[in-house]
């Protein structure tokens, strides 16, 4: 069965400080892989997302993430961390049903801090 | 920027008094969803709907719950008869066609959901 794992549930980091949030997945075939940010009392915000081709993507707010099969890895990166930042980010799997659009299956977040 | 909503923002209800969430998505877009996310856990699938039909849904998505697009531009979740363990904040999202081609789905504010 597809899923998704987000192995830290809660992380800090200094302003200025790099971050990586890391995301694996299980997924029988190519999988389209998503990011979203959500803000306290709002909704998902879409960061990035992976069909295919390059696997370094390129996102909103600078971040960046990196989509490596034989890790079955897309973690988030981002190189310098704002205040604003600070959220709770969700990795997710799009699953594909046929000629359909399918669901997707979500991590269950990582929460990010931002220490001044 | 065209966006996805939904209303209300925050329906409290009692038990076993049925319920109705409302959402507008975006307006070319062919693919409907319906997303819960009870409070601490993960985004949860329930529903997709395409072409006024059901064609994915979750186990969690039992006979309690119906999904309609009345008109042209809304999109409704119906639980007939709300238990406690359906309190969360639902959300509604909308993708595009095309296809085979995965589109992205853009999300609504949510509606957050309290059970009596």
């Known amino acids: 069965a597809q899923s998704v794992t987000q192995p830290d549930i809660h992380i800090t980091v200094s302003e200025g400080a790099s971050l990586e949030l890391r995301c694996n997945y299980s997924?029988?075939?190519?999988?389209?892989l998503f990011w979203y940010v959500q803000s306290p009392g709002q909704g998902l915000q879409l960061l990035l997302k992976?069909?295919?081709?390059?696997?370094l993507v390129q996102g909103i707010k600078g971040f960046e993430a990196e989509f490596k099969r034989s890790q079955s890895s897309f973690n988030l990166r981002k190189p310098s961390v704002h205040w604003s930042d600070a959220a709770e980010y969700f990795c997710?799997?799009?699953?594909?049903?046929?000629?359909?659009?399918?669901?997707?299956?979500f991590g269950k977040g990582t929460k990010l801090s931002v220490k001044p | 920027e065209p966006e996805v909503t939904q209303t209300p923002s925050h329906q409290v209800t009692q038990m076993g008094q049925e319920v109705i969430l409302r959402c507008v998505p975006i307006?070319?877009?062919?693919?409907f969803y319906w997303y819960r996310q009870i409070l601490g856990q993960k985004v949860e699938f329930l529903v997709s709907?395409?072409?006024?039909?059901?064609?994915?849904k979750s186990e969690i998505f039992d006979d309690q719950f119906s999904v309609e697009r009345p008109d042209g531009s809304n999109f409704t979740l119906k639980i007939r008869s709300t238990k406690l363990e359906d309190s969360a904040m639902y959300f509604c999202?909308?993708?595009?066609?095309?296809?085979?081609?995965?589109?992205?789905?853009?999300f609504g504010p949510g509606t957050r959901l309290t059970v009596l």
């Open positions: 999202a909308s993708s595009g066609g095309g296809g085979y081609s995965y589109n992205e789905q853009f």
């Open positions: 997924y029988g075939a190519t999988p389209y």
């Open positions: 992976y069909f295919s081709g390059d696997t």
């Open positions: 997710a799997v799009g699953a594909r049903s046929g000629g359909s659009q399918g669901n997707l299956i």
């Open positions: 307006s070319n877009h062919l693919y």
């Open positions: 709907f395409y072409n006024n039909e059901i064609s994915e």
